[in-house]
C-alpha cells in the first residue's frame, strides 16, 4: 500500500487519482499506524517551505516519517515542495527541512542577460535523465514534465541526481538517493510521463 501523507498540505487528491489511474493501491492518510506500516510513502508540498515544515513538525507525523524513511527504509517520494523539503533548509524560509539528503534550497538567480526569464519557473519542460536510476526506467530526455517553483534543489553529491532541466541554466528536477527521491514538478499533473513515473515508484521493490 502506497500512503500519501497527508500533513494538511498539498494537492493530494490529484496524487491519489493518478496512483488509481496506473493501477496501484493507495490511500491518503495522516494516521501515525497507516504511515508507519506502508509499503511506500508520498510527500506532497505547495506553498511556502516554513509553512509546510511547520505543518508537519506540528502534526507530530515528522518522529513517524523519521522512523520509517531512516529506520525502515522506506520507499518515499517528495514531490514540488515535497522534494524541498527533503533537503536541509531552503532560502525560502528559516525552518530546518528534513535534512533526508545532502542538499539546499535556492531561488531561481539568473545572470544580467537572462533577467526576462520569469520566476517562478511554470509550466511543460524536459528533463536530461540520469538511466543509472531505477526511477527514471524507460523515461526518454524528451519526456515532458509539469513545473510550477521559485525555488530548486542544490544537491551536496551530484550522484544522486536522477534528471535535471534546464531553465536559464541546469537544476536538478529528479533526485534518487537510494530509496529516497523526489521531483521538482507534479507527476500528478503530467500526463503519460507523469504516469510512467509514479508506476516506476510504485514498482520499486
Not at 508540498?45 to 522512523?67: I, P, Y
Not at 524536459?126 to 530548486?152: A, C, G, M, W
Request: proline share 5%.
Amino acid at each position: 500500500m502506497i500512503v500519501i501523507v497527508d500533513y494538511g498540505i498539498g494537492n493530494i487528491a490529484s496524487i491519489l487519482n493518478m496512483l488509481k489511474r496506473i493501477g496501484s493501491q493507495a490511500k491518503i492518510s495522516s494516521s501515525p499506524d497507516e504511515i508507519s506500516a506502508a509499503d511506500k510513502l508520498i510527500l506532497p508540498g505547495v506553498g511556502a517551505f516554513d509553512t509546510a515544515m511547520r505543518h508537519l513538525n506540528e502534526s507530530g507525523l515528522r518522529e513517524v516519517l523519521e522512523k520509517a524513511v531512516l529506520e525502515k527504509k522506506t520507499p518515499t517520494i517528495g514531490l514540488c515542495l515535497g522534494m524541498q523539503l527533503l533537503t536541509g533548509g531552503s532560502e525560502e524560509g528559516n525552518l530546518p527541512g528534513l535534512g533526508w539528503i545532502a542538499a539546499e534550497t535556492h531561488r531561481f538567480r539568473f545572470p544580467p542577460e537572462l533577467v526576462n526569464l520569469k520566476v517562478p519557473h511554470m509550466g511543460w519542460n524536459t528533463v536530461s535523465i540520469n538511466p543509472e536510476k531505477p526511477l527514471v526506467f524507460e523515461l526518454q530526455d524528451s519526456s515532458r514534465f509539469y513545473f510550477v517553483h521559485s525555488y530548486h534543489v542544490v544537491l551536496g553529491d551530484a550522484c544522486d541526481a536522477a534528471a535535471t532541466t534546464t531553465y536559464g541554466y541546469e537544476f536538478v528536477s529528479i533526485v534518487q538517493k537510494g530509496h529516497i527521491m523526489g521531483t521538482q514538478f507534479h507527476p500528478e499533473k503530467s500526463h503519460k510521463f507523469g504516469m510512467k513515473l509514479l508506476r516506476n515508484f510504485a514498482e520499486l521493490p
